[in-house]
Nanobody, 120 residues
Framework: QVQLVESGGGLVQAGGSLRLSCAAS????????MGWYRQAPGKQRELVAD???????DYADSVKGRFTISRDNAKNTVYLQMNSLKPEDTAVYYC??????????????WGQGTQVTVSS
């Protein structure tokens, strides 16, 4: 079983910065993708950024140039550095792990979510 534990959310003024962390524990196989999604009230959950075990990144257009995703493979930890935060970044941020397992099946895991609130 895989568990994801997030930390680092909070309240910040517009223009400020926050850093989210997500540590994964359990049986994680080689090919995997770790990333962050967010969900604002009344909206669907959306991809913020993700990073493959091979180092390929993907960002939502709305965060490009402001957010940076990174990971420490030895610690199975992914980070999201969020700079120049805007009120529209306010959401619950969820850590996600996708792991390719035997038989070519992808398994999906989610963290419990951490609130990020950006005041104007």
């Amino acid at each position: 079983q895989v568990q994801l534990v997030e930390s680092g959310g909070g309240l910040v003024q517009a223009g400020g910065s926050l850093r989210l962390s997500c540590a994964a524990s359990g049986s994680i196989f080689g090919t995997n993708v770790m990333g962050w999604y967010r969900q604002a009230p009344g909206k669907q959950r959306e991809l913020v950024a993700d990073l493959t075990s091979g180092g390929t990144t993907d960002y939502a257009d709305s965060v490009k140039g402001r957010f940076t995703i990174s990971r420490d493979n030895a610690k199975n930890t992914v980070y999201l550095q969020m700079n120049s935060l805007k009120p529209e970044d306010t959401a619950v941020y969820y850590c996600n792990l996708r792991n390719l397992r035997q038989g070519g099946v992808w398994y999906f895991y989610w963290g419990q979510g951490t609130q990020v609130t950006v005041s104007s």
